[in-house]
């Protein structure tokens, strides 16, 4: 069955950099969630997204903003990073607001 | 302040061995609580979840047991196996946008 990608799986940037991350739900998910999870810690909720429009905002620095677009994948964008911005970002995905959320397989950041 | 309380936080038990989590919340909007087992730098995969209206819920060697009255569900591995060896992790959702909240996790490792 067809998971949920996302793009890059690895990325390396300097400070004061910007960042993209990039997902593609799983085929006919309208939902999408973005978490961010630092070493050792629980997955935390930066942003969600239905039907192309911004749902519920969790502690999303104002430095990151993201959108959903029409085929309804997702890209969170990242500026002026800082060291402690490293972390794995996921997405998730769900079909339905209220639905089972599928996580993605990460992309590692690492801000150096 | 962590919203759902899980514990322990580490456990070690023997192959073909049960291995109980636990956890706790205080939110009584929360009505959908899935666990989700994760792998080192892989996505969390949802294992199984519940919603208030039962009290229990199995799929093959997970079992999820909920009190609603208590606000405490726990997650039952029957016959545990190496392989099971992974960080698990209780959610909760509830309420407008259905962000998941974590519990802090537990490393489970099952000895051959």
């Known amino acids: 069955a067809a998971g949920v990608i996302q793009s890059p799986r690895h990325l390396i940037k300097e400070k004061r950099e910007t960042a993209t991350l990039k997902c593609y739900p799983i085929p006919r998910h309208d939902t999408v969630y973005w978490y961010q999870q630092g070493p050792g810690q629980d997955p935390q909720f930066l942003i969600s997204f239905y039907e192309k429009m911004q749902s519920d905002k969790g502690s999303i620095p104002d430095r990151f903003s993201a959108q959903q677009f029409s085929d309804y994948h997702s890209e969170l964008n990242m500026s002026s990073l800082e060291l402690g911005d490293s972390a794995l970002y996921f997405c998730a995905s769900s079909q339905g607001i209220l639905d089972e959320q599928y996580f993605g397989p990460g992309t590692r950041l690492t801000v150096t | 302040q962590q919203q759902v309380k899980q514990s322990p936080q580490s456990l070690i038990v023997q192959k073909g061995g049960i291995s109980i989590i636990n956890c706790a919340y205080e939110n009584t909007a929360f009505d959908y609580f899935p666990w989700y087992q994760q792998f080192p730098g892989k996505g969390p995969a949802l294992l199984i979840a519940i919603r208030p209206d039962v009290s229990e819920k199995k799929e093959g060697r997970f079992t999820i047991s909920f009190n609603k009255s208590a606000k405490q569900f726990s997650l039952h591995i029957m016959d545990s196996q190496p392989g099971d060896s992974a960080t698990y992790f209780c959610?909760?959702?509830?309420?407008?946008?259905?962000?998941?909240?974590f519990g802090a996790g537990t490393i489970l490792r099952v000895k051959s």
């Open positions: 959610a909760a959702s509830g309420g407008y946008g259905n962000k998941l909240v």
